[in-house]
């Protein structure tokens, strides 16, 4: 498989639950972005890893978790969400020479 | 701290028609700029970018852009669109002391009616 790919592509899930966000990238990059995509808002950039350490937290709430196990792989660990938390989380990679962000097709998330 | 604005919401174009799509920036610093497409249930793509140089770069499916730094502008033009056109655009932005961040706008839908 190619590119950046993101599992699950579509989540319900309750108020109560913890579920978690998978994210790998076959790119050879080294470094992976977690975005939330809301309607009508610009795209939120949450956390940002640099060869597995993380280097951005744009102050998300702490029931958001993530994961950098290898430069390959990163993971939002979720739980105890709120219906607002409901969007679009998509996963980015990029090389550091490039400047360029590549995006995996996103987890649908809906809180109930 | 950076901004990005895409004034336009919706953009309505009849097939065969010209386009173009505004982004507005703000920054402080020297920036790049980058504009990215989303198709419907699909992540984001790099349509073209802007680093240095030429202000005036272009995609390889007919799209440009050109870098106008006194209007701090990074508009998206089209000569003629196709319906595959169709889609949404995100104009953004970072900065060279800190090329992670990227600043989206909030995006404009492209609709292409044949």
Same mark, same amino acid.
């Given at each position: 498989e190619t590119g950046v790919t993101q599992t699950p592509r579509h989540l319900v899930m309750g108020m109560t639950n913890k579920k978690s966000l998978k994210c790998e990238q076959h790119l050879g990059h080294n470094a992976m972005y977690w975005y939330k995509q809301s309607a009508k808002k610009p795209l939120e950039l949450m956390f940002v890893y640099n060869f597995k350490e993380q280097t951005e937290n744009n102050s998300v709430p702490s029931r958001f978790s993530p994961e950098c196990p290898n430069s390959s792989h990163l993971f939002l660990h979720l739980h105890t969400l709120q219906p607002e938390d409901s969007a679009l989380y998509l996963c980015a990679s990029s090389n550091q020479q490039s400047y360029e962000q590549y995006f995996g097709p996103g987890t649908r998330l809906t809180v109930t | 701290a950076q901004s990005v604005t895409q004034l336009d919401s919706q953009v309505p174009v009849f097939e065969e028609a010209p386009v173009e799509l505004r982004c507005n920036y703000s920054s402080s610093v020297s920036v790049y700029l980058f504009w990215y497409v989303q198709y419907p249930n699909q992540g984001l793509q790099l349509l073209l970018k802007y680093? @240095?140089? @030429?202000t005036l770069v272009e995609s390889i499916n007919g799209f440009e852009a050109e870098f106008n730094k006194s209007q701090t502008s990074f508009h998206l033009r089209k000569p003629s669109v196709h319906i595959s056109d169709t889609a949404e655009y995100f104009c953004a932005v970072s900065t060279s002391y800190n090329t992670d961040k990227l600043i989206f706008g909030t995006g404009t839908r492209l609709q292409v009616f044949p």
């Open positions: - | 680093l @240095s140089g @030429s």
